[in-house]
């Protein structure tokens, strides 16, 4: 089992950056897909980001593409998403999410096992 822990949401202008992290708890992490996923007001959960077990493929959402990256180090057990030039349409809580073990980083939520408890991203206009 893995425990996911958020952190680095917050409030920003649009155009500005943040960085979200995720500490993983679990000598198992390296061997899972992890991704990032949001929820805004009113509307279903979405994916954004993903990275394979390896850290050798990466997959996003056509809205996030060149703006958002993922990364992982499972030495440290931690996987990160860098999100500049942020837009208002951003304004969502992001978790973190670990995905099936051995695989290509999917975009699929039901893929998606374990999960953190969220942090929010606001982005004014």
């Known amino acids: 089992q893995v425990q996911l822990v958020e952190s680095g949401g917050g409030l920003v202008q649009a155009g500005g950056s943040l960085r979200l992290s995720c500490a993983a708890s679990?000598?198992?992490?390296?061997?899972?897909?992890m991704g990032w996923l949001r929820q805004a007001p009113g509307k279903e959960r979405e994916f954004v980001a993903a990275i394979s077990w390896s850290g050798g493929s990466t997959n996003y959402a056509d809205s996030v593409k060149g703006r958002f990256t993922i990364s992982r180090d499972n030495a440290k057990n931690t996987v990160t998403l860098q999100m500049n030039s942020l837009k208002p349409e951003d304004t969502a809580v992001y978790y973190c999410?670990?995905?099936?073990?051995?695989?290509?980083?999917?975009?699929?939520?039901?893929?998606?096992?374990?999960w953190g408890q969220g942090t929010q991203v606001t982005v004014s206009s």
């Open positions: 999410a670990a995905g099936p073990p051995y695989s290509a980083a999917t975009s699929r939520l039901d893929s998606y096992n374990y």
């Open positions: 679990g000598r198992a992490f390296r061997i899972y897909v």
